[in-house]
């Protein structure tokens, strides 16, 4: 059986959404391919999750620099597969892991090259067009057929939406605090609805003290620490509304149903941001006109683009490493 390698850095505070794509894509590749994971995340916990959906985790030196020649020191790689998320990679890393005998995946938010690999996949919708400079010799797998999630969110949707519950999510870290301006700003002005509020172990200390004050001082506020896959998959059901960052969260609502508002506020989010919004899977969230777009949001009724019954990433991604590994 060939192997996948995962390579991805990151923690709780910094490169979490680039180590949780990879840990769906391992759940989606392990019936088929050995998975391992190459990583110098070295908080516990994060190690200990990774060996939940990899067959075996490489612990790198932490804050080293990627090299490929140190990584993968050790490690087999004639005909075997490296796929990498990230951007920090220096330029020579794939053309090393090629001249290594490896086919080369690259996972990637910007469209801007220049690119070294044998496969480029972005899970925005309708960025094609951003890809001006690939060459024909690298494949592109780009839009939602090849969304990037948690097994969980590829399911069925089963829950009932109720229309006085709105989510909000900005994110694994929220660096920016955004929960909480967007708290501030709009319970006052929205107090019918029910605001479902999650938050990761990610968020700075202070950060999750603020929004705990501020849920304890408005009834209509309810936090959601730490929820695993399948709890935000049933939190997400319960809302009629959501108002997520433009990243994973954005696809993660969509699976379960959710026309969501979509606020960008990265340039890792732009391509995103703007395919959803273009596709009718999302609506355009302006913060700097916080009331009035969620006013907007909230009364609209037009076209709304769905997940059809055919959707199924897992078996698109699985088929594209198989030709890969062929």
């Known amino acids: 059986m060939k192997t996948v390698y995962l390579r991805a850095d990151g923690g709780t505070k910094t490169g979490w959404g680039h180590i949780n794509r990879l840990a769906g894509l391992a759940s989606m590749l392990r019936a088929s391919f050995n998975t391992v994971f190459v990583t110098a995340a070295a908080e516990t916990h994060l190690l200990s999750k990774l060996r939940g959906h990899a067959d075996r985790v490489v612990q790198l030196p932490e804050l080293a620099e990627p090299d490929f020649a140190s990584d993968f020191r050790g490690l087999e790689t004639q005909g075997h597969i490296l796929v990498a998320d990230g951007y920090h990679f220096p330029e020579d890393y794939f053309p090393a892991a090629r001249a290594a005998g490896m086919r080369t995946v690259f996972i990637d938010d910007f469209a801007r090259g220049p690119f070294h690999c044998d496969c480029v996949i972005n899970h925005a919708p309708a960025c094609a067009s951003a890809y001006v400079n690939l060459p024909d010799s690298i494949r592109l797998c780009d839009g939602i057929a090849y969304a990037l ?99 994973t969260t954005l696809f993660e609502a969509w699976s379960r149903g959710i026309f969501a508002a979509a606020l960008a506020y990265t340039d890792n989010q732009r391509l ?21 777009s969620l006013t907007a949001y909230l009364a609209y009724e037009g076209q709304r683009c769905r997940r059809s019954a055919t959707w199924n990433p897992p078996a698109t991604l699985r088929k594209v490493f198989e030709e890969l590994a062929a």
Not at 173 to 182: F, G, M, N, Q
Not at 278 to 285: N, R, V
Request: proline share 7%; charged share 20%; hydrophobic share 50%.
């Open 149 to 247: 999630l948690r097994p969980a969110f590829y399911t069925a949707i089963s829950g009932s939406p109720d229309p006085r519950r709105i989510l909000l999510s900005m994110g694994a870290a929220d660096p920016e605090s955004w929960t909480l301006k967007l708290l501030k700003e709009l319970v006052p002005a929205f107090p019918s609805l029910e605001w479902q509020v999650m938050l990761t172990g990610s968020f700075e200390a202070q950060h999750r003290a603020a929004l705990a004050q501020f849920a304890d001082a408005h009834k209509q506020v309810v936090l959601h620490p730490d929820l695993d896959a399948e709890a935000v998959c049933g939190l997400m059901e319960s809302c009629g509304h959501a108002l997520v960052s433009a990243s």
């Open 272 to 292: 995103i941001y703007e395919g959803m919004v273009q596709q009718g899977m999302a609506f355009p969230f302006l913060a700097a006109d916080a009331k009035a």
